[in-house]
């Protein structure tokens, strides 16, 4: 074969490879975004069943105490970004309120429970391999930090940080989760939630102060107090639902596979 023709071969072939359809289904995605809770009491449906939760706080070492009240408190409260209440006017947002007696790395736990619960903390069920945690979030231009804590599909926990709270008024916060948390396992039969939402985490700085104002008596007792506020909005994730089709991939869905083993009456 002549060298023009071996070179015109070659070119033919390849770009007779590159026509060819690919079939691998390796990078599809099916992204979907999902509310997982709008603190108004509407429920988050997985797999058919609903949950609906409560929110409770837990601070560290140096929450502060008075004669008539216990940090850190939280309730919902009757206020969101405009953006969402041109949406639904009903909407809500937790309300927290903080205050330590100790500048320094101070935290609040900010997690969930069932609302016909016994008041213990549950996780919230992730659907898919969650992409994106977006929630929006009132800050009061206080240097302080909130974070997010994922678990994965192998019962790990994650930290990962959501964003600085040293703005005023109301911004959505959105991060990536990063590519090598396992959401999803890859043995089947497959669960219907491998990963799930543990909790948020508010920081304080160091070199913040840790209520907005404070009068002590000449004994050191607090007599008056105007605590820190946060507020979040609307907590919801992008996450990629795409199950890849196969021959027999009804079996890799628990329920199927009870249904089947039920209908032969096997122990």
């Known amino acids: 074969m002549k ?3 071996l070179r015109f071969f070659c070119l033919f072939l390849f770009v007779s490879l590159l026509a060819v359809p690919a079939f691998s289904d390796s990078n599809t995605v099916a ?3 999902i509310i997982l809770d709008s603190f108004d009491g509407t429920p988050y449906v997985v797999d058919g069943e609903e949950y609906r939760y409560t929110w409770k706080v837990a ?3 140096f929450s502060t105490k008075t004669d008539n009240q216990t940090f850190p408190i939280i309730s919902p409260v009757a206020t969101a970004p405009q953006a969402l209440l041109r949406q639904k006017p009903d909407i ?6 903080g205050a330590f007696d100790r500048q320094g790395y101070n935290w609040i736990d900010i997690y969930p429970t069932l609302a016909d619960g016994d008041g213990e ?3 919230i069920p992730l659907q ?7 929630v929006w979030v009132w800050g009061a231009n206080l240097n302080y930090s909130l974070e997010v804590y994922l678990r994965d599909n192998r019962g790990m926990i994650h930290q990962i940080q959501l964003g600085q709270l040293k703005y005023t008024g109301w911004r959505n916060l959105r991060v990536d989760v990063p590519a090598g948390i396992p959401m999803v396992s890859n043995i089947l039969p497959r669960a219907t939630v491998d990963s799930r939402f543990v909790k948020f985490r508010l920081w304080t700085n160091p070199e913040e102060k840790t209520y907005v ?3 002590r008596d000449v004994s050191g007792k607090i007599t008056e107090m105007v605590p820190f ?3 979040i909005a609307q907590l919801k994730v992008l996450s990629d639902i795409y199950e890849t089709v196969y021959d027999g991939d009804e079996l890799a869905y628990p329920k199927n596979t009870e249904a089947l083993w039920s209908a032969t009456g096997a122990n």
């Not at 809500?92 to 309120?97: A, D, P, R």
């Not at 898919?128 to 977006?134: E, L, Y």
């Open 3 to 5: 060298t023009g023709s």
């Open 31 to 33: 992204l979907e975004t």
């Open 59 to 61: 601070g560290s070492k």
């Open 92 to 97: 809500k947002s937790l309300g927290i309120q």
């Open 121 to 123: 903390p549950v996780e």
């Open 128 to 134: 898919g391999r969650t992409r994106v945690i977006d």
């Open 213 to 215: 104002s404070v009068k």
């Open 229 to 231: 506020y946060v507020y």
